[in-house]
């Protein structure tokens, strides 16, 4: 089993220009979770997903748009990167309370 | 507001030695909290939990207590050993609205000395 895979590991965007982000898992999890890493701040729920075709705003859901139109996958969506969006960005995944996560997505935005 | 408090953002610890890593939360709804760990340029990874029934969990050489009266949490790891060398969140969950979401602290790395 893979667990929690993230495509792309790096990314270099500049400002303006969009990206998605894809989170797979193989664990047959319902609940699925994208969050921000940045120095200092601990981790921030951007947006989440309690199932299939769901999806609801975290902590910090603004400049992000996400779907999940099949079980296994969690896409997050910038439209225009902003530099503010420089970050690590985790994805997750759960039955329950223990939250599997992936090696994560590094992105610059310049 | 921060929810999930970690006040110290790094400890030194000897090898051999306990290492306590605390954790402080303010929202009283809160009935799960775990700790996981992190290496740098990896993701977390979870270490233990505890329910809001329990005071004590053990695993191994990690053991996680909770005073609830407190609203406070610490994990002791005895011995340290080199290779527990990382960033430890704490995490606190309130199920809210079924989704089993996490509220983190922001770290503590701990560095345990040879």
């Known amino acids: 089993n893979a667990g929690v895979t993230q495509t792309p590991k790096f990314r270099v965007l500049k400002t303006g220009q969009s990206m998605t982000l894809l989170c797979a898992q193989d664990m047959n999890h319902e609940y699925m979770y994208w969050y921000r890493q940045d120095p200092g701040m601990g981790l921030r729920l951007i947006h989440y997903s309690v199932g299939e075709g769901t999806t609801a705003k975290g902590e910090v859901p603004d400049g992000y748009n996400v779907s999940r139109l099949k079980k296994q996958n969690f896409l997050l969506g910038l439209e225009s990167a902003a530099p503010s969006q420089t970050s690590v960005y985790f994805c997750?995944?759960?039955?329950?309370?223990?939250?599997?996560f992936g090696p994560g997505t590094r992105l610059t935005v310049l | 507001d921060q929810q999930v408090k970690q006040n110290s953002p790094s400890l030194s610890v000897q090898e051999g030695r306990i290492s306590i890593l605390n954790c402080d939360y303010t929202n009283s709804m809160f009935d799960y909290f775990l700790w996981y760990k992190k290496y740098p340029a990896e993701g977390p990874t979870f270490l233990i939990s505890i329910s809001s029934i329990k005071d004590k969990n053990e695993d191994g050489r990690f053991t996680v207590f909770l005073n609830k009266s407190a609203k406070h949490l610490s994990l002791h790891i005895v011995p340290s050993q080199p290779g527990d060398s990382a960033v430890y969140f704490c995490?606190?969950?309130?199920?809210?609205?079924?989704?089993?979401?996490?509220?983190f602290g922001k770290g503590t790395k701990l560095s345990v000395i040879p």
């Open positions: 997750a995944s759960s039955y329950f309370y223990e939250q599997f």
């Open positions: 995490a606190a969950s309130a199920n809210e609205a079924g989704s089993y979401q996490l509220t």
